[in-house]
């Protein structure tokens, strides 16, 4: 049993990865089978992997055909952005409250290295990659929530951060829009992490909700929807 338990966290972890490295496209049709042959595991705990990733709303499951990427509807967005700003805010506080203390500063620290390489990625010459981008983000925002250790929490938050994947939100544009508009996204991005930082560093915690808000509204906004009419 626990061999299965992991084969089927292995299907699942390898295609999140491959959705989060835009490895899968959308309006694409995968094949389970084909892909638990290439992972070299059965169609079981592929199906179940599967499961999972259409309940978490990754994926659309298609009957006797295979499966897409889930396009994100506004009800999505608008359910992911309650529990991104209520979780983020709750925890982000939680570090200001406790800074200057050990473990807040590491914290701190772990997200100032994922801005700093995120400064990186946007400052190449070359083209820059959105999925190391949005890799290095999730660990900026994932930071804060396990300071408070609790994986029931990081657990219900990755079930909705996905939701403002860039290269996932605006697929709809060509690909020179979809350039600019994420360049363009991922420039302000930097300020409000930034902005973020020296709001947790200040222990003002309504500094730090302001703070977490401005850049939660700013993704929405990237989706097209303001934060009005999230509510």
């Not at 309006?27 to 705990?45: F, Q």
């Not at 657990?155 to 829009?177: A, G």
């Amino acid at each position: 049993m626990s061999e299965y338990r992991s084969l089927n966290l292995l299907a699942y972890d390898h295609l999140r990865r491959m959705i989060y490295e835009g490895e899968l496209t959308f309006n694409t049709i995968y094949s389970e089978t084909k892909l638990a042959r290439e992972l070299a595991v059965s169609r079981t705990p592929m199906r179940d992997a599967l499961n999972r990733l259409s309940q978490e709303r990754y994926i659309d499951i298609l009957p006797n055909r295979g499966f897409i990427l889930h396009t994100p509807t506004k009800d999505d967005i608008h359910e992911a952005y309650h529990v991104r700003l209520m979780i983020e805010v709750y925890c982000a506080q939680i570090v200001a409250q406790h800074y200057p203390d050990k473990e807040s500063c590491t914290t701190i620290e772990q997200m100032e290295i994922a801005l700093n390489l995120q400064r990186h990625l946007l400052e190449e010459d070359t083209a820059y990659s959105l999925s190391e981008f949005w890799l290095d983000d999730l660990v900026f925002h994932k930071s804060l929530l396990e300071h408070l250790n609790i994986s029931s929490l990081c657990t219900q938050y990755d079930r909705y951060m996905h939701i403002f994947m860039p290269h996932h939100l605006i697929e709809e544009l060509d690909i020179h829009q979809k350039q600019a508009r994420t360049f363009e996204r991922h420039q302000s991005t930097l300020v409000e992490h930034a902005a973020i930082l020296d709001a947790l560093r200040s222990r003002d915690t309504d500094r730090v909700q302001a703070a977490v808000r401005t850049h939660v509204d700013s993704s929405l906004k990237a989706l097209f929807i303001s934060s009005e009419d999230a509510f």
